[in-house]
Protein backbone atom coordinates (compact mmCIF):
# COMPACT_ATOMS: atom_id res chain seq x y z
CA UNK A 1 0.00 0.00 0.00
CA UNK A 2 0.93 3.41 -0.93
CA UNK A 3 1.45 4.33 2.95
CA UNK A 4 2.91 1.30 3.78
CA UNK A 5 6.02 2.18 1.09
CA UNK A 6 6.44 5.72 2.45
CA UNK A 7 6.62 4.58 6.36
CA UNK A 8 9.42 2.05 5.12
CA UNK A 9 10.78 5.00 3.18
CA UNK A 10 10.36 7.09 6.53
CA UNK A 11 11.71 4.97 8.67
CA UNK A 12 14.80 4.26 6.21
CA UNK A 13 15.94 7.34 6.03
CA UNK A 14 15.81 8.00 9.51
CA UNK A 15 17.83 5.14 11.34
CA UNK A 16 20.11 6.99 13.09
CA UNK A 17 17.48 9.24 14.77
CA UNK A 18 15.25 7.52 17.36
CA UNK A 19 11.55 8.68 16.45
CA UNK A 20 10.46 11.24 19.12
CA UNK A 21 6.62 10.72 20.69
CA UNK A 22 5.57 14.17 20.31
CA UNK A 23 2.31 13.32 18.83
CA UNK A 24 1.40 11.41 21.76
CA UNK A 25 1.52 14.00 23.75
CA UNK A 26 -0.70 16.27 21.69
CA UNK A 27 -3.04 13.72 21.82
CA UNK A 28 -2.81 13.84 25.29
CA UNK A 29 -4.06 17.07 25.34
CA UNK A 30 -7.14 16.62 23.14
CA UNK A 31 -7.80 13.68 25.14
CA UNK A 32 -8.12 15.92 28.58
CA UNK A 33 -10.35 18.88 26.54
CA UNK A 34 -12.59 16.08 25.36
CA UNK A 35 -12.67 14.41 28.46
CA UNK A 36 -14.04 18.09 30.02
CA UNK A 37 -16.37 18.83 26.82
CA UNK A 38 -18.44 15.69 27.92
CA UNK A 39 -18.18 16.50 31.23
CA UNK A 40 -19.68 19.94 30.74
CA UNK A 41 -22.32 18.38 28.77
CA UNK A 42 -23.29 16.28 30.79
CA UNK A 43 -23.38 17.11 34.77
CA UNK A 44 -27.06 18.34 33.98
CA UNK A 45 -28.12 14.89 33.91
CA UNK A 46 -26.17 13.97 36.92
CA UNK A 47 -27.95 16.93 38.53
CA UNK A 48 -30.83 16.84 36.97
CA UNK A 49 -33.35 14.85 40.05
CA UNK A 50 -32.20 17.21 42.65
CA UNK A 51 -32.24 20.74 40.21
CA UNK A 52 -35.43 19.44 38.81
CA UNK A 53 -37.21 19.80 42.17
CA UNK A 54 -35.31 22.81 43.07
CA UNK A 55 -36.62 24.94 40.56
CA UNK A 56 -39.42 23.31 39.76
CA UNK A 57 -39.17 21.30 36.53
CA UNK A 58 -41.33 18.69 34.80
CA UNK A 59 -40.04 16.08 32.71
CA UNK A 60 -41.28 17.85 29.69
CA UNK A 61 -39.22 21.00 30.71
CA UNK A 62 -36.30 19.30 31.29
CA UNK A 63 -36.01 17.64 27.93
CA UNK A 64 -36.15 20.82 26.56
CA UNK A 65 -33.23 21.67 28.87
CA UNK A 66 -31.49 18.76 27.72
CA UNK A 67 -32.43 20.10 24.25
CA UNK A 68 -31.45 23.44 25.00
CA UNK A 69 -27.78 22.58 24.50
CA UNK A 70 -28.34 20.73 21.24
CA UNK A 71 -30.06 23.86 19.65
CA UNK A 72 -27.14 26.38 19.47
CA UNK A 73 -24.26 23.26 19.02
CA UNK A 74 -26.01 22.40 15.92
CA UNK A 75 -26.71 25.56 14.50
CA UNK A 76 -23.30 26.59 15.34
CA UNK A 77 -21.04 23.61 13.50
CA UNK A 78 -20.97 25.43 10.29
CA UNK A 79 -19.70 28.66 11.63
CA UNK A 80 -17.45 26.73 14.01
CA UNK A 81 -16.02 24.90 11.28
CA UNK A 82 -15.32 27.89 8.69
CA UNK A 83 -13.74 29.65 12.13
CA UNK A 84 -11.35 26.32 12.53
CA UNK A 85 -10.40 27.04 9.09
CA UNK A 86 -9.80 30.64 9.30
CA UNK A 87 -7.92 31.07 12.69
CA UNK A 88 -6.40 27.51 13.34
CA UNK A 89 -6.56 25.23 15.49
CA UNK A 90 -4.85 26.07 18.90
CA UNK A 91 -6.94 29.58 19.57
CA UNK A 92 -10.05 28.14 18.14
CA UNK A 93 -10.02 25.43 21.27
CA UNK A 94 -8.80 27.54 23.50
CA UNK A 95 -11.53 30.16 23.12
CA UNK A 96 -14.23 27.45 23.11
CA UNK A 97 -12.88 25.56 26.09
CA UNK A 98 -12.45 28.79 28.26
CA UNK A 99 -16.12 29.93 26.83
CA UNK A 100 -17.98 26.60 27.46
CA UNK A 101 -16.38 25.61 30.56
CA UNK A 102 -17.61 29.62 32.16
CA UNK A 103 -20.65 28.88 31.12
CA UNK A 104 -21.05 25.70 31.95
CA UNK A 105 -19.78 26.96 36.09
CA UNK A 106 -22.62 29.86 35.92
CA UNK A 107 -25.53 27.30 35.22
CA UNK A 108 -24.97 26.90 38.90
CA UNK A 109 -26.32 30.02 39.56
CA UNK A 110 -29.53 29.63 37.62
CA UNK A 111 -33.16 30.82 39.15
CA UNK A 112 -35.37 29.23 37.25
CA UNK A 113 -36.27 27.48 33.81
CA UNK A 114 -35.08 31.02 31.34
CA UNK A 115 -31.66 31.17 33.09
CA UNK A 116 -30.39 27.78 33.29
CA UNK A 117 -32.24 27.82 29.65
CA UNK A 118 -29.90 30.68 28.33
CA UNK A 119 -26.81 29.23 29.88
CA UNK A 120 -27.31 25.82 28.30
CA UNK A 121 -27.49 27.76 24.67
CA UNK A 122 -24.50 29.68 25.49
CA UNK A 123 -22.61 25.81 26.53
CA UNK A 124 -23.96 24.73 23.07
CA UNK A 125 -22.58 27.44 21.18
CA UNK A 126 -19.23 27.66 22.66
CA UNK A 127 -18.74 23.50 22.33
CA UNK A 128 -19.53 23.49 18.68
CA UNK A 129 -15.76 23.67 17.39
CA UNK A 130 -14.51 20.40 19.34
CA UNK A 131 -14.92 18.08 17.56
CA UNK A 132 -14.01 19.39 13.85
CA UNK A 133 -10.97 20.54 15.82
CA UNK A 134 -9.78 17.32 16.89
CA UNK A 135 -10.22 15.71 13.44
CA UNK A 136 -7.67 18.01 12.34
CA UNK A 137 -5.56 17.40 14.99
CA UNK A 138 -6.00 13.89 14.36
CA UNK A 139 -5.50 14.72 10.51
CA UNK A 140 -2.49 16.82 10.98
CA UNK A 141 -0.62 14.69 14.02
CA UNK A 142 -0.89 11.02 12.78
CA UNK A 143 -0.37 9.29 9.78
CA UNK A 144 -3.23 7.21 8.41
CA UNK A 145 -2.29 4.20 9.84
CA UNK A 146 -2.60 5.65 13.33
CA UNK A 147 -5.59 7.88 13.35
CA UNK A 148 -8.30 5.22 13.95
CA UNK A 149 -5.83 4.52 17.40
CA UNK A 150 -5.71 8.10 18.18
CA UNK A 151 -9.52 9.02 17.52
CA UNK A 152 -10.36 5.86 19.81
CA UNK A 153 -7.94 7.29 22.02
CA UNK A 154 -10.02 10.78 22.41
CA UNK A 155 -13.07 9.62 22.00
CA UNK A 156 -12.40 7.15 25.05
CA UNK A 157 -12.06 9.95 27.29
CA UNK A 158 -15.73 11.08 26.65
CA UNK A 159 -16.61 7.99 28.41
CA UNK A 160 -13.75 7.20 31.06
CA UNK A 161 -13.86 10.78 32.36
CA UNK A 162 -17.64 9.78 32.92
CA UNK A 163 -16.86 6.66 33.64
CA UNK A 164 -14.54 6.90 36.45
CA UNK A 165 -15.11 11.01 37.75
CA UNK A 166 -18.83 9.79 37.86
CA UNK A 167 -19.19 8.57 41.29
CA UNK A 168 -17.10 11.37 43.13
CA UNK A 169 -19.47 13.60 40.46
CA UNK A 170 -22.63 11.94 42.23
CA UNK A 171 -20.72 12.52 45.45
CA UNK A 172 -19.99 15.85 45.35
CA UNK A 173 -23.91 16.51 44.06
CA UNK A 174 -24.96 14.68 47.18
CA UNK A 175 -22.69 16.27 49.38
CA UNK A 176 -22.68 19.98 48.45
CA UNK A 177 -25.77 20.15 46.34
CA UNK A 178 -25.72 20.88 42.62
CA UNK A 179 -24.52 24.21 42.44
CA UNK A 180 -21.51 23.62 43.47
CA UNK A 181 -21.11 20.55 41.17
CA UNK A 182 -21.48 22.70 38.05
CA UNK A 183 -19.22 25.45 39.48
CA UNK A 184 -16.20 22.97 40.04
CA UNK A 185 -16.44 21.32 36.40
CA UNK A 186 -16.80 24.68 34.70
CA UNK A 187 -13.74 25.94 36.93
CA UNK A 188 -11.45 22.89 36.22
CA UNK A 189 -12.15 23.64 32.43
CA UNK A 190 -10.78 27.35 32.75
CA UNK A 191 -7.34 26.27 34.27
CA UNK A 192 -7.09 23.93 31.43
CA UNK A 193 -7.79 26.32 28.83
CA UNK A 194 -4.57 27.67 30.05
CA UNK A 195 -2.44 24.26 29.76
CA UNK A 196 -3.67 24.11 25.94
CA UNK A 197 -2.51 27.24 25.28
CA UNK A 198 0.87 26.63 26.19
CA UNK A 199 1.19 23.18 25.43
CA UNK A 200 -0.52 23.19 21.87
CA UNK A 201 1.49 23.30 18.89
CA UNK A 202 1.38 22.28 15.33
CA UNK A 203 4.12 19.78 14.28
CA UNK A 204 6.65 22.71 12.16
CA UNK A 205 5.92 24.75 15.39
CA UNK A 206 6.74 21.94 18.02
CA UNK A 207 10.13 21.71 20.17
CA UNK A 208 9.37 18.11 21.19
CA UNK A 209 9.05 16.35 17.75
CA UNK A 210 12.50 15.59 15.79
CA UNK A 211 12.95 15.18 12.30
CA UNK A 212 12.26 11.16 12.27
CA UNK A 213 9.12 11.87 13.80
CA UNK A 214 8.01 14.56 11.72
CA UNK A 215 9.24 12.11 8.62
CA UNK A 216 6.84 9.81 9.85
CA UNK A 217 3.95 11.92 10.24
CA UNK A 218 4.37 13.40 6.86
CA UNK A 219 4.92 10.05 4.63
CA UNK A 220 1.29 9.44 6.45
CA UNK A 221 -0.51 11.83 4.55
CA UNK A 222 0.13 14.38 7.96
CA UNK A 223 0.65 17.97 7.22
CA UNK A 224 4.12 19.16 9.32
CA UNK A 225 4.65 22.11 6.84
CA UNK A 226 3.82 25.57 7.47
CA UNK A 227 1.50 25.69 4.48
CA UNK A 228 -1.56 24.34 3.87
CA UNK A 229 -4.37 23.99 1.12
CA UNK A 230 -6.77 26.54 2.15
CA UNK A 231 -9.79 26.52 0.06
CA UNK A 232 -11.80 30.21 0.18
CA UNK A 233 -15.54 29.33 1.99
CA UNK A 234 -18.30 29.29 -0.85
CA UNK A 235 -21.94 28.57 0.13
CA UNK A 236 -21.60 26.04 -2.89
CA UNK A 237 -19.20 23.77 -1.29
CA UNK A 238 -21.91 22.41 1.74
CA UNK A 239 -24.42 21.57 -1.25
CA UNK A 240 -21.41 20.37 -2.97
CA UNK A 241 -20.23 18.69 0.25
CA UNK A 242 -23.72 17.05 0.76
CA UNK A 243 -24.51 15.75 -2.76
CA UNK A 244 -21.98 13.17 -2.00
CA UNK A 245 -23.00 10.41 -1.28
CA UNK A 246 -20.67 9.23 1.09
CA UNK A 247 -21.23 12.18 3.30
CA UNK A 248 -24.88 12.50 3.17
CA UNK A 249 -24.53 8.59 4.28
CA UNK A 250 -22.39 9.16 6.87
CA UNK A 251 -24.34 12.32 8.47
CA UNK A 252 -27.53 9.99 8.66
CA UNK A 253 -25.88 7.45 10.45
CA UNK A 254 -24.56 10.21 12.64
CA UNK A 255 -27.71 10.89 13.55
CA UNK A 256 -28.37 7.65 14.15
CA UNK A 257 -26.03 6.84 16.37
CA UNK A 258 -25.71 9.76 18.69
CA UNK A 259 -29.33 8.77 19.92
CA UNK A 260 -27.83 6.63 21.88
CA UNK A 261 -25.12 8.81 22.95
CA UNK A 262 -27.88 11.27 24.31
CA UNK A 263 -29.80 8.91 25.91
CA UNK A 264 -26.94 7.83 28.53
CA UNK A 265 -25.73 11.61 28.93
CA UNK A 266 -28.94 13.40 29.66
CA UNK A 267 -31.99 10.48 30.42
CA UNK A 268 -29.90 7.69 31.87
CA UNK A 269 -29.84 8.72 35.98
CA UNK A 270 -33.28 9.50 35.97
CA UNK A 271 -33.92 6.21 33.84
CA UNK A 272 -32.41 4.69 36.80
CA UNK A 273 -34.45 6.50 39.34
CA UNK A 274 -37.81 6.32 38.33
CA UNK A 275 -38.09 3.38 36.47
CA UNK A 276 -35.95 0.94 37.89
CA UNK A 277 -36.18 2.75 41.61
CA UNK A 278 -32.73 2.60 42.58
CA UNK A 279 -31.59 4.94 45.42
CA UNK A 280 -29.38 8.01 44.31
CA UNK A 281 -26.07 6.66 45.60
CA UNK A 282 -26.78 3.59 43.89
CA UNK A 283 -27.15 5.09 40.81
CA UNK A 284 -24.04 6.48 41.20
CA UNK A 285 -22.76 3.41 41.50
CA UNK A 286 -24.30 1.27 38.65
CA UNK A 287 -23.89 4.51 36.18
CA UNK A 288 -20.31 3.97 36.09
CA UNK A 289 -20.60 0.58 34.37
CA UNK A 290 -21.76 1.59 30.67
CA UNK A 291 -19.50 4.57 30.24
CA UNK A 292 -16.81 1.81 31.48
CA UNK A 293 -18.39 -0.33 28.19
CA UNK A 294 -18.60 2.90 26.02
CA UNK A 295 -15.32 3.92 26.65
CA UNK A 296 -13.52 -0.11 26.10
CA UNK A 297 -15.95 0.11 22.38
CA UNK A 298 -13.95 3.58 21.76
CA UNK A 299 -10.55 1.96 21.94
CA UNK A 300 -11.60 -1.86 20.43
CA UNK A 301 -13.12 0.16 17.51
CA UNK A 302 -9.80 2.41 16.71
CA UNK A 303 -7.85 -0.68 17.04
CA UNK A 304 -9.45 -2.96 14.85
CA UNK A 305 -9.66 -0.12 12.15
CA UNK A 306 -5.97 -0.18 12.36
CA UNK A 307 -5.27 -3.81 12.70
CA UNK A 308 -7.25 -4.18 9.50
CA UNK A 309 -5.69 -1.26 7.24
CA UNK A 310 -1.84 -3.36 8.82
CA UNK A 311 -3.04 -6.53 7.79
CA UNK A 312 -3.44 -5.13 4.08
CA UNK A 313 -7.28 -4.80 4.13
CA UNK A 314 -8.97 -2.20 2.05
CA UNK A 315 -10.07 1.44 3.52
CA UNK A 316 -13.56 0.28 3.21
CA UNK A 317 -13.75 -2.80 5.15
CA UNK A 318 -11.74 -0.92 7.80
CA UNK A 319 -13.57 1.85 8.61
CA UNK A 320 -17.24 0.42 7.69
CA UNK A 321 -16.92 -2.83 9.00
CA UNK A 322 -16.85 -2.01 12.73
CA UNK A 323 -19.14 1.28 12.89
CA UNK A 324 -21.84 -0.89 11.08
CA UNK A 325 -21.41 -3.44 13.87
CA UNK A 326 -21.77 -1.35 16.54
CA UNK A 327 -24.83 0.29 15.20
CA UNK A 328 -26.23 -3.14 14.93
CA UNK A 329 -25.35 -4.47 18.18
CA UNK A 330 -26.56 -0.86 19.82
CA UNK A 331 -29.86 -1.27 18.47
CA UNK A 332 -30.08 -4.29 21.35
CA UNK A 333 -31.20 -1.34 23.74
CA UNK A 334 -34.74 -1.96 23.42
CA UNK A 335 -34.45 -5.27 25.11
CA UNK A 336 -34.25 -3.62 28.45
CA UNK A 337 -37.86 -3.28 28.46
CA UNK A 338 -38.41 -6.80 28.71
CA UNK A 339 -35.86 -7.68 32.23
CA UNK A 340 -37.03 -7.19 35.12
CA UNK A 341 -33.74 -7.94 37.02
CA UNK A 342 -30.81 -4.70 37.69
CA UNK A 343 -27.98 -7.07 36.81
CA UNK A 344 -29.73 -8.10 33.41
CA UNK A 345 -30.91 -3.93 32.84
CA UNK A 346 -27.22 -3.02 33.26
CA UNK A 347 -25.82 -5.84 31.19
CA UNK A 348 -27.91 -4.67 28.28
CA UNK A 349 -27.64 -0.98 29.17
CA UNK A 350 -23.36 -1.48 28.51
CA UNK A 351 -23.82 -3.79 25.89
CA UNK A 352 -25.72 -1.28 23.75
CA UNK A 353 -23.15 1.49 24.60
CA UNK A 354 -19.88 -0.24 24.08
CA UNK A 355 -21.20 -0.58 20.75
CA UNK A 356 -22.12 2.66 20.66
CA UNK A 357 -18.14 3.75 21.63
CA UNK A 358 -17.23 1.37 18.54
CA UNK A 359 -19.24 3.48 16.03
CA UNK A 360 -17.72 6.45 17.36
CA UNK A 361 -14.92 5.76 14.36
CA UNK A 362 -17.27 7.32 12.41
CA UNK A 363 -15.05 10.36 13.19
CA UNK A 364 -12.03 8.84 11.57
CA UNK A 365 -14.14 8.57 7.91
CA UNK A 366 -14.78 12.40 7.93
CA UNK A 367 -11.00 12.75 7.63
CA UNK A 368 -10.85 10.39 5.35
CA UNK A 369 -13.30 11.63 2.73
CA UNK A 370 -13.34 15.23 3.47
CA UNK A 371 -12.02 17.48 0.31
CA UNK A 372 -8.93 19.04 0.77
CA UNK A 373 -8.43 22.01 2.85
CA UNK A 374 -12.39 21.86 4.26
CA UNK A 375 -12.06 19.50 6.77
CA UNK A 376 -13.59 22.13 9.33
CA UNK A 377 -16.49 22.66 7.39
CA UNK A 378 -16.75 19.21 6.88
CA UNK A 379 -16.52 18.22 10.38
CA UNK A 380 -19.13 20.82 11.05
CA UNK A 381 -21.43 19.30 8.92
CA UNK A 382 -20.98 15.91 9.92
CA UNK A 383 -21.47 17.46 13.65
CA UNK A 384 -24.30 19.15 12.72
CA UNK A 385 -26.40 16.42 12.02
CA UNK A 386 -24.86 13.95 15.01
CA UNK A 387 -26.15 16.66 17.24
CA UNK A 388 -29.61 17.49 15.29
CA UNK A 389 -30.11 14.03 17.12
CA UNK A 390 -29.07 16.02 20.20
CA UNK A 391 -31.94 18.21 19.95
CA UNK A 392 -34.81 15.37 18.63
CA UNK A 393 -33.56 12.57 21.36
CA UNK A 394 -34.22 14.28 24.47
CA UNK A 395 -37.01 16.39 23.42
CA UNK A 396 -38.76 13.42 22.05
CA UNK A 397 -37.86 10.99 24.88
CA UNK A 398 -39.10 14.06 27.35
CA UNK A 399 -42.77 14.20 25.71
CA UNK A 400 -42.81 10.23 25.73
CA UNK A 401 -42.09 9.78 29.03
CA UNK A 402 -44.31 13.01 30.15
CA UNK A 403 -47.32 10.87 28.07
CA UNK A 404 -46.89 7.75 29.41
CA UNK A 405 -45.24 7.96 32.90
CA UNK A 406 -42.54 4.92 31.26
CA UNK A 407 -39.58 4.88 29.33
CA UNK A 408 -40.79 1.95 27.86
CA UNK A 409 -41.19 3.77 24.00
CA UNK A 410 -38.57 6.03 24.85
CA UNK A 411 -35.91 2.81 24.26
CA UNK A 412 -37.64 1.72 21.60
CA UNK A 413 -37.54 4.75 19.93
CA UNK A 414 -33.30 4.79 20.48
CA UNK A 415 -33.26 1.43 19.23
CA UNK A 416 -35.13 2.30 15.78
CA UNK A 417 -33.22 5.27 14.62
CA UNK A 418 -29.81 3.43 15.57
CA UNK A 419 -30.98 0.11 13.16
CA UNK A 420 -31.66 3.01 10.93
CA UNK A 421 -27.95 4.44 11.41
CA UNK A 422 -26.87 0.85 10.41
CA UNK A 423 -28.84 0.50 7.05
CA UNK A 424 -26.91 3.56 5.60
CA UNK A 425 -23.75 2.35 6.21
CA UNK A 426 -25.03 -0.67 4.37
CA UNK A 427 -26.85 0.80 1.56
CA UNK A 428 -26.20 4.24 1.25
CA UNK A 429 -22.41 5.40 1.84
CA UNK A 430 -20.60 3.32 -0.78
CA UNK A 431 -16.29 3.31 -0.87
CA UNK A 432 -14.45 5.39 1.47
CA UNK A 433 -12.35 7.86 -0.43
CA UNK A 434 -11.65 11.88 -0.64
CA UNK A 435 -14.61 14.21 -2.43
CA UNK A 436 -12.96 16.42 -4.79
CA UNK A 437 -14.05 19.79 -5.42
CA UNK A 438 -13.63 21.79 -8.05
CA UNK A 439 -9.55 22.95 -8.22
CA UNK A 440 -10.68 26.18 -8.99
CA UNK A 441 -11.52 27.49 -6.10
CA UNK A 442 -8.62 26.02 -4.06
CA UNK A 443 -5.52 28.02 -3.72
CA UNK A 444 -1.94 27.57 -1.91
CA UNK A 445 -1.90 30.17 1.55
CA UNK A 446 0.42 30.44 4.21
CA UNK A 447 -1.35 28.61 7.27
CA UNK A 448 -2.84 30.68 9.83
CA UNK A 449 -2.35 28.64 13.04
Known sequence: MKYASGLQAADASSVTARRSRARFGILGLLAVGTMINYLDRSVAGIAAPSMSHDLGLTPATMGVIFSAFSWTYTASQIPGGILLDRIGTKWTYFFALTLWSLFTGLQGLALGFVT????????????????????????????????ARATGVYTFAEYAGLAFLSPLLFWLEHRYGWRALFGL????????????????????????????????????????????????????????????????????????????????????????????????????????????????????????????????????????????????????????????????????????????????????????????GLLGLSGGIFNLFANASGIVTPLVIGLIVNATGSFVYALAFVSAITLVGALCYIFVVGDIKRIELDSGSVEKKEAIQ
Open 116 to 147: LLMLRLLVGMAEAPCFPTNSRVVATWFPQSER
Open 185 to 372: VGAFGIMFGWVWLARFNEPHESRRANEAELKHIEAGGGVVSSGRIHVRFRWSHMAAILKERRMLGICIAQFASNATNVFFLTWFPTYLVTERHMPWLKVGVLAVLPFIAASVGTLAGGWISDAMLRRGMSLNWARKLPVTAGLLTGSTIVLANFVDSTAAVIAILCVAYFSQGLSALAWMIVSDIAPK
